[in-house]
């Protein structure tokens, strides 16, 4: 069986395009716009270029490279200043929206001071940019080409996000930055067998739910445009059809149509940011059915909830996967042919097994790292794989502002409950004082424990919703 999924899928696969795929013209989503800071510009990095992001004068979102032409510092070490500028906080160069410079402070006269900036060597290497349906998207491609080329062609934006239907109900976007690379993302999004497994007790069950499957192709590969395959359903089930479509080089649409003709799509970009890493940003849409019904969505992740609690709960579910996705990589990098060294005897792995030939045949075997593309050592440390600060928290405003009012309702549940324990103990001090009754214990002063032991509890609880902002370790062995 191996074979037939290998052999007969890997001709067509040979039948290339005479181009392949172009990595750099192409826009990818880098950041949801309403979680960054517009105060401050935010370093990143796409397919191993730094950069920075960072809003103007005129409320645009700009992406440069990451190094001020002067000296060569990080920019995104600077500020954004009050006139809209990006200043290099080394030596106090400024730059506008457009990447010119628009100051040179230790210029010995303005006249000299205008030469030097007219110097097209005194500008910042800029990248197009532009926002759709919420996201902020860069154009890999710097320079005069670049800014024509980006004017040719669409991000991967959702059609479905495009009007405003009354059936359609977009929930919260999330991002993270992952551990593993942006190939090892979309193989494991194209792979729907590990979810009832690897999600266990969040969506599916391990023991009841991997089932048999076929994976028939609906849409032919394509250089450009990717691939599609359907997921064959049992007989009875309310779920009509299910359909992966891969976009290159940034998206996996998953839509799933129940058979009263609401849907689920799950909207799964990733963007490659450094060998061995990519940035996910992702969202549920829910389409009514024509009575108006929402499906389900994606396990409790579909429930009415606050942006910043479905950021942290989302570790839940990326967690469940993380870890063996960042060893299966460096395990992987060892070999010589991911098609010769894995064993994929059931028609479950179809969709992976085209995604790994048009990599390979199509698109120049992997992304083309900017600078080194060495692949960073495994990392022992599973705390600092699972850690949520550094790839999510740490540059998301929405929950920014939620771990500081959970802090301040963390410590006013503590004070509370110190300062009714206090009242609690001196009135009924004073009530045996005045009464001479030592062996009682007043109803008041049980009720004002109680209720000082509810706010240690309520505040023990939200300490423990805060340490979700910083880490969520988990362990397989553990989810019976």
Known sequence: MTAIFTIADESEANNASSADFQWMPQWYPVAVVEFLDP?????????????????????QWQCFEDACPHRLAPLSEGRVEADGTLLCAYHGWRFGGDGNCT??????????E??????????????????????????????????????????RIISELEGKSDRVVKLFWNIRDLPYGWDYFMENVADPAHVPVSHHGLVGDRHRDAKYYDMPRLREISTQEGF????????????????????????????????????????????PTRPGWCRHIGTQILVK?????????????????PTWLGHILASLFLHQDMVF???QER???????????????????????????????????????QGTADLPPAELDKRKLLDVWHTHTAECQYC????????????????????????????????????????????????????????????????QLIGLFYVYEFEHAQND
């Not at 064959?232 to 940034?250: A, K, M, N, R, Y």
């Open 103 to 112: 100051k040179i402070p230790q210029s010995q006269s303005p006249e000299l």
């Open 331 to 369: 395990t992987m990098a060892a070999k010589d042919r991911w098609l010769d060294a894995v064993y994929t005897p059931n028609p479950q792995d179809k969709m992976t097994i085209t995604f790994r030939q048009w990599l390979e045949k199509r698109a120049g075997g992997g992304v083309p790292w």
């Open 39 to 59: 105060s401050k510009p935010h370093a990143f990095q796409l397919l191993g270029k730094n950069v920075v992001l960072w809003r103007d004068g005129a409320q």
């Open 114 to 155: 205008a030469q030097h900036r007219a110097n097209p060597k005194s500008c910042a290497i800029s990248y197009p940019t532009q926002q759709a349906q919420g996201l902020l998207w860069v154009w890999a491609e710097s320079g005069a080409k670049g800014a024509v080329e980006s004017k040719n062609r669409s991000p």
């Open 228 to 271: 599609s395959f359907g997921v064959t359903q049992e007989q009875g089930s309310p779920i009509l059809d299910v359909l992966h479509d891969f976009q290159p080089p940034c998206l996996m649409k998953i839509t799933t149509t129940f058979t009263d003709e609401g849907q689920l799509i799950l909207v799964l970009y990733a963007t």
């Open 400 to 463: 920014q502002t939620a771990l500081k009012r959970l802090r301040w309702a963390r410590t006013g549940s503590y004070g509370l409950a110190i300062a009714i324990l206090v009242v609690a103990v001196l009135l009924e001090s004073r009530s045996i004082a005045l009464t001479g009754q030592t062996s009682l214990i007043s109803l008041a002063f049980v009720a004002r424990i109680s209720i000082a032991l509810g706010l240690t509890a309520l505040g023990y609880g939200i300490h």
């Open 289 to 305: 059915n024509p009575q108006g019904k929402l499906p389900p969505g994606l396990g409790f992740f579909a429930l009415p909830m």
């Open 325 to 327: 996705l960042h060893y």
